[in-house]
């Protein structure tokens, strides 16, 4: 069945360290993949998009993500966490509906 | 651009009654929009596909007669629960599709809306 899997549920990550979120995804062709973050008490943003093209995607607040079809995965990262980047992040694929992930739980410490 | 809207954000109501929850695109017509659920620490279950102008499409296990959608213009699509129940009480996303030069979608999201009830 087509789907995305999120390994990890929650993740805790010092200010200024470096960040990384999987996502694996199960789909016959090349899908198209997003990265979405909630923060608490606010609706879902996108954050960036996987099309087609370039593997390697720029998003906003300083993310990006890898494409990488030997693998079947498109992990975010973020060289330099933020304490506001706390939040839920859920992969996603589709087109015209879109199925998520279980979702990553960031915590930031000081 | 591609601001979505819902309203109300949180609503309390008792057993029993229907609530009525709005969700608008404020600077684009959606022909498309989404219904999901979503539970606490859990992700979003999409619940039916609301198209403007004609029935909404709804996924499997989702009752239609219990989750009313109308998608009455280009802008609005509500969702109607009826005869809540507590195990109604849930966390309500909408979206609304933008189509860009007819060859991608992109999904936009609403702020969600908190329902209780008692």
């Known amino acids: 069945a087509q789907s995305v899997t999120q390994p990890d549920i929650h993740i805790t990550v010092s200010e200024g360290a470096s960040l990384e979120l999987r996502c694996n995804y199960s789909y016959g062709a090349t899908p198209y993949l997003f990265w979405y973050v909630q923060s608490p008490g606010q609706g879902l943003q996108l954050l960036l998009k996987y099309f087609s093209g370039d593997t390697l995607v720029q998003g906003i607040k300083g993310f990006e993500a890898e494409f990488k079809r030997s693998q079947s995965s498109f992990n975010l990262r973020k060289p330099s966490v933020h304490w506001s980047d706390a939040a839920e992040y859920f992969c996603a694929f589709g087109d015209y509906k879109l199925s998520f992930g279980a979702g990553t739980t960031v915590t930031v410490r000081a | 651009g591609a601001v979505v809207s819902q309203h109300p954000s949180w609503v309390i109501c008792k057993s029993g009654t229907s609530v009525k929850i709005e969700c608008r695109s404020l600077d684009f017509q959606a022909t498309t929009m989404f219904w999901y659920r979503q539970f606490p620490k859990q992700s979003l279950m999409l619940m039916a596909t609301?198209?403007?102008?004609?029935?909404?499409?709804?996924e499997q296990g989702v009752e239609k007669d219990k989750f009313l959608i109308n998608h009455a213009s280009l802008t609005l699509s509500t969702l109607t629960v009826t005869s809540a129940h507590p195990e109604d009480s849930s966390f309500y996303i909408c979206?609304?599709?933008?189509?860009?030069?007819?060859?991608?979608?992109?999904?936009?999201f609403g702020p969600g809306t908190r329902l209780t009830v008692t």
């Open positions: 609301s198209n403007e102008g004609s029935k909404a499409t709804y």
């Open positions: 979206s609304a599709n933008l189509i860009h030069r007819q060859t991608s979608y992109e999904q936009y």
